[in-house]
């Protein structure tokens, strides 16, 4: 079972990126699929996450309007579709899968599997 992410790097304010979710070992179909951000100096926050059966999203207040999700069932990954970026987004994103297809997404966002993060930055 792995989560391997990509997509990341350094970007100016603005700029857009798009961060990518592979999973092996099991489906998507079945978890629930989020990102939560490690920021220096701050605590883990949850930015977004998404349960396809129902087509649930959440996103957290300051990306909503600029972030979106998408995922591709074919080929078992998950998007994170990230624009107008901004210094504060930068940080390091983790994919995370929790048991439980359903919304709402946010619900034990962080509980089950984990990648390894890609790294944000985001200069002003």
């Known amino acids: 079972v792995q989560l391997v992410e990509s997509g990341g790097g350094l970007v100016q304010a603005g700029g857009s990126l798009r961060l990518s979710c592979a999973a092996s070992?099991?489906?998507?179909?079945?978890?629930?699929v989020g990102w939560i951000r490690q920021a220096p100096g701050k605590e883990r926050e949850g930015v977004a996450c998404?349960?396809?059966?129902?087509?649930?999203?959440y996103f957290e207040d300051s990306v909503k309007g600029r972030f979106t999700i998408a995922s591709d069932s074919a080929k078992n990954t998950v998007y994170l579709q990230m624009n107008g970026l901004e210094p504060g987004d930068a940080g390091l994103y983790f994919c995370?899968?929790?048991?439980?297809?359903?919304?709402?997404?946010?619900?034990?966002?962080?509980?089950?599997?984990w990648g390894q993060g890609t790294l944000v930055l985001v200069l002003p």
């Open positions: 998404f349960a396809s059966a129902d087509g649930g999203t």
């Open positions: 070992g099991f489906s998507f179909d079945d978890y629930a």
């Open positions: 995370t899968a929790r048991p439980g297809n359903i919304s709402p997404c946010e619900y034990r966002l962080g509980e089950g599997y």
